[in-house]
T-cell receptor, first 110, second 116 residues
Framework: GENVGLHLPTLSVQEGDNSIINCAYS??????FIWYKQESGKGPQFIID?????DKRQGQRVTVLLNKTVKHLSLQIAATQPGDSAVYFC?????????FGSGTRLQVQP | GAVVSQHPSWVICKSGTSVKIECRSL??????MFWYRQFPKQSLMLMAT?????????EQGVEKDKFLINHASLTLSTLTVTSAHPEDSSFYIC????????????FGPGTRLLVL
């Protein structure tokens, strides 16, 4: 089939509000998940990870929630700042890199 | 600091020329590296898996004779865009898995290619 990139959905939030970005995964065998942030013109960067034996993990202003029952991850960003504007991707474990079909563009309005 | 580097960070070339992009893991060895392409406002698209000491594995729709991949050492993979055309203009990113307690993919900063 044609190798076509997916246009990403956009989430627009006001500066200072909380943001919630969602991700669904299909491989029930995944036992480790990572959220990446990709700023414009840069490569993706690691934000936070979570193992499947946890359902919540907190970092600095970010929280990841894992619901294995429905194969769903969410990334919560508290007090969203303009510097948080980026594309956010999730992925599960596996030596094979996944095609990043899931991803959300976060736009922070001043 | 960055654990995966790419060179060059950007390149402009004439149509018909070939361009080589390097991906290096700086403080770890990677028997496998991955190459992606990203068009504006689109998701990353996996192009191929680079395997040290063996042939690369290409995704469906990616021409292996067009995008030559060489994984010459445990810290270096190169992507050569042969006979580049304007439609090859894109943002090319590599990643390498670093295995520790868990395996994490580290991404390079990307190479922006503009073919005139």
């Amino acid at each position: 089939g044609e190798n076509v990139g997916l246009h990403l959905p956009t989430l627009s939030v006001q500066e200072g509000d909380n943001s919630i970005i969602n991700c669904a995964y299909s491989n029930s065998a995944s036992d480790y998940f990572i959220w990446y942030k990709q700023e414009s013109g840069k490569g993706p960067q690691f934000i936070i990870d979570i193992r499947s034996n946890m359902d919540k993990r907190q970092g600095q202003r970010v929280t990841v929630l894992l619901n294995k029952t429905v194969k769903h991850l969410s990334l919560q960003i508290a007090a969203t700042q303009p510097g948080d504007s980026a594309v956010y991707f999730c992925r599960g474990t596996g030596r094979r890199a996944l095609t990043f079909g899931s991803g959300t563009r976060l736009q922070v309005q001043p | 600091g960055a654990v995966v580097s790419q060179h060059p960070s950007w390149v402009i070339c004439k149509s018909g020329t070939s361009v080589k992009i390097e991906c290096r893991s700086l403080d770890f060895q990677a028997t496998t590296m991955f190459w992606y392409r990203q068009f504006p406002k689109q998701s990353l698209m996996l192009m191929a898996t680079s395997n040290e000491g063996s042939k690369a594995t290409y995704e469906q729709g990616v021409e292996k004779d067009k995008f030559l991949i060489n994984h010459a050492s445990l810290t270096l993979s190169t992507l050569t865009v042969t006979s580049a055309h304007p439609e090859d203009s894109s943002f090319y990113i590599c990643s390498a898995p670093r295995t520790g307690v868990e395996e994490t993919q580290y991404f390079g900063p990307g190479t922006r290619l503009l073919v005139l």
